[in-house]
């Protein structure tokens, strides 16, 4: 399931790895927002108290970029991850059953799909109640059905 969500939770759940720009500021500020986010790693979540936000400010936007408005977009950086945190968390649990009810499903469309039973209703009951003719592979089904509920 984390292998499966790992290569493929991007594409199906419709996430960036990256933040989004502030969509209120001007387009000549944008390459301050990104060589801001370059320098705090803005991949992952941003711990902003490790940063000195008016030195930031001074230094790698040259003053053109506030202070309030860079912290202000940090604590967005952090909103975005922790939605996208949260989608990947609801993908592996909606995930998890979905694979192993599918597997089950294969693995019973195998395992019956030979019985003489199933295409003839009145050979069901052939053998009642030692139920000899039942292979293993159906006892293993019905275990896995009930190990699955009972989990």
């Not at 992952?44 to 408005?69: A, E, F, G």
């Not at 030979?114 to 295409?119: D, E, K, L, R, T």
């Not at 592979?137 to 019905?142: A, S, T």
């Amino acid at each position: 399931v984390y292998l499966v969500s790992g290569l493929f939770v991007r594409r199906l759940i419709g996430y960036n790895k990256y933040p989004p720009l502030p969509s209120r500021s001007r387009v000549s500020l944008s390459s301050y927002y990104l060589k801001l986010g370059q320098h705090v790693r803005y991949k992952r979540h941003i711990k902003i108290d490790c940063h000195d936000i008016n030195r930031l400010s001074r230094t790698i936007c040259d003053s053109k970029v506030s202070s309030p408005q860079i912290a202000s977009w940090f604590v967005n950086c952090n909103e975005f991850h922790a939605k996208n945190r949260y989608k990947r968390v609801k993908f592996r649990e909606y995930l998890y059953p979905i694979t192993v009810r599918t597997l089950l499903l294969v693995f019973g469309c195998k395992s019956v799909g030979g019985q003489a039973w199933v295409y003839d209703r009145s050979r069901f009951y052939d053998g009642w109640p030692s139920m000899s003719q039942h292979s293993a592979d159906m006892k293993l089904l019905y275990m896995f059905n009930i190990g699955y509920y009972v989990w």
